[in-house]
């Protein structure tokens, strides 16, 4: 009998969202608990795929800052002659994303509500596809399937769910492939909607869970052997109020570009100084805004986040778990549900479910490559 490896990757299919579903993916009893990076899929995804820290593979946030005129947003600054409205209306977002596209950019971004004025101040890490071989700097689990000879195949983000889902299945029934990948931020888009208690969640939930049987059986009926794996890159902690950084930076009396330059996301305030004056004061208010914290180097260094070259901030502030930056560059309206939280909160844990026995040594989104390229040596025979 042949074997296929098949790897389903739900983007905030977290530890403890899974373990409130009764039996929840009766077809994999090997699981195991992984702990996350800190921040988002942007440095999470990079990590599972390169078996490194965000530090070491370069890969943290969306945004960081541009270094020595590279910014995919050169030229944007002349948005600032345009009328408000026009500046924040979709037909600007659009054309502004197909400039970037054109200049190269291949990897997922969004403009979101990044004041299109200050974009030429930051740059776009994820030029790259990084899910393809070459799309990560040091390589990632797709090399090791290039160099060994693995038949695969994947389906991303750019392929609707269900389609991609019916796709893998054809594959794994038709027996041409070794290596199996699907990723779908579905999930992540729901909880992010609905919060953690949604129905819409909790029917994709049965999803899921059912996806690994169909897959075995579907390999079953055309007499081959299916290893699975589900997996997720971080978990999802549910909103419960706001905080508004922007307020508290106006009430210092300092301001952007004038005096730093600062990215919001929803849960990080990043700062890149001007003036040291500046620096004091907005450091002492946001010390005293309920809801959030400073990260010092000793912190960012533990969480494997500490950039030498500080492009993704000299000074970074984080939101506690629950707690959602409103007005944000990611948004102006509150969301059910979030993530980039301190990886410790125990909603922000990731999981590993297989129908393979789990090595005790995978207990983070690190590990996964390794345990998936030892997965490979231990196919059958002429199965890879």
Do not use: K
């Amino acid at each position: 009998m042949s074997a296929v490896m098949v790897v389903a990757l739900v983007d905030a299919l977290g530890w403890t969202l899974a373990a409130r579903v009764p039996g929840f993916a009766p077809a994999l009893p090997h699981r195991r608990r992984l702990d996350t990076v800190l921040g988002f899929s942007s440095g999470a995804l990079p990590t599972i795929f390169t078996g490194r820290m965000p530090a070491e593979h370069g890969r943290w946030l969306m945004y960081r800052r541009a270094a020595g005129g590279a910014s995919p947003f050169r030229g944007f600054g002349a948005t600032r002659l345009l009328p408000g409205r026009v500046r924040r209306g979709p037909r600007l977002a659009r054309l502004l994303s197909r400039v970037v596209a054109a200049r190269g950019v291949r990897g997922y971004f969004h403009l979101y509500e990044v004041p299109r004025e200050r974009l030429p101040f930051f740059d776009l890490p994820e030029r790259r596809d990084p899910f393809a071989p070459g799309g990560l700097p040091g390589g990632a689990l797709w090399e090791t399937l290039e160099s060994r000879g693995v038949t695969w195949r994947a389906w991303t983000w750019r392929t609707p769910e269900a389609e991609a889902v019916e796709a893998l299945l054809a594959s794994v029934a038709r027996g041409r492939e070794r290596f199996l990948f699907l990723y779908t931020a579905d999930l992540d888009a729901r909880l992010h909607r609905e919060g953690s208690q949604g129905a819409g969640v909790r029917r994709a939930l049965e999803g899921y869970a059912a996806l690994a049987g169909r897959a075995i059986e579907a390999g079953r009926r055309a007499g081959r052997e299916v290893w699975f794996y589900l997996l997720s890159d971080h978990g999802m902690v549910d909103v419960t109020r706001t905080v508004d950084v922007a307020a508290a930076l106006a009430a210092t009396g300092t301001r952007a570009p004038r005096d730093y330059e600062v990215f919001l996301d929803s849960t990080f305030a990043r700062f890149w100084w001007r003036a040291p004056a500046a620096r004091r004061a907005v450091e002492a208010a946001l010390a005293a805004l309920p809801g959030g914290r400073w990260l010092d180097d000793a912190a960012l260094a533990r969480e494997g986040c500490l950039f030498v070259d500080r492009a993704y901030g000299e000074s970074v502030w984080l939101a506690d778990p629950g707690a959602l930056i409103v007005p944000s560059f990611m948004g102006r309206a509150p969301l059910a549900a979030m993530h980039g939280y301190d990886p410790a909160h125990p909603d922000m844990a990731a999981g590993l479910w297989s129908n393979r026995p789990v090595p005790e040594a995978v207990r983070h989104l690190r590990d996964v490559r390794a345990h998936l390229e030892a997965e490979l040596d231990a196919l059958p025979a002429g199965a890879a």
